[in-house]
């Protein structure tokens, strides 16, 4: 398509694009910021502060509710849609449980570990459930390859978030 005017808007003609192309691209975009800024985190202070663990642990909560609330035959949820709602829960629970207690090691490293699968598979998924009420097409858009797919550019974003927190030292100055 040739740029006419010189308009940048010229060339790009979103009303052509499939619409799982544009449910791709926005669920890429909406999820990056904020995988970036909960890697980011991780990799300068080695946590994901609560403000965030308490609204993924909100959200994933109240899918859960949501979804044990409807009848049987009505619930869309899923064992394994159901362990990644946990996840989230699970780790704000247990920094609340360990707070005053000596932590070992090994249970910095899982909760680390927990923090990490939030970040790549847990948020997008909540992503995925709040798109597919707020438009129902979605359901139809996202194939189960092209949610991986959206799991992997998070990840990436995250990967770099993290590698740009834990190595802030030589690239950012006060």
């Given at each position: 398509m040739p740029i006419t005017n010189n308009r940048l808007s010229d060339t790009i003609?979103?009303?052509?694009?499939?619409?799982?192309s544009k449910v791709f691209f926005l669920a890429c975009f909406s999820l990056s910021i904020p995988a970036w800024q909960l890697s980011f985190n991780l990799g300068v202070y080695h946590t994901v502060f609560y403000e965030y663990t308490h609204l993924i642990a909100v959200a994933s909560l109240a899918t859960l509710l949501a979804s044990y609330c409807l009848p049987k035959p009505k619930r869309w949820l899923g064992k394994v849609e159901q362990l990644l709602l946990l996840v989230?829960?699970?780790?704000?629970?247990?920094?609340?449980?360990?707070?005053?207690?000596?932590?070992?090691?090994?249970?910095?490293?899982a909760l680390w570990i927990a923090d990490v699968i939030i970040i790549i598979f847990c948020l997008p998924y909540i992503f995925y459930i709040i798109a597919c009420f707020a438009n129902p097409e979605v359901i139809e858009t996202i194939r189960r390859k092209q949610f991986f797919k959206i799991s992997a550019v998070v990840a990436l974003i995250s990967i770099l978030g993290f590698s740009a927190g834990i190595t802030h030292p030589l690239h950012m100055y006060c």
């Open positions: 003609d979103a009303n052509h694009l499939p619409s799982d989230p829960i699970f780790v704000f629970v247990s920094s609340f449980m360990v707070h005053d207690q000596p932590q070992s090691n090994l249970f910095q490293g």
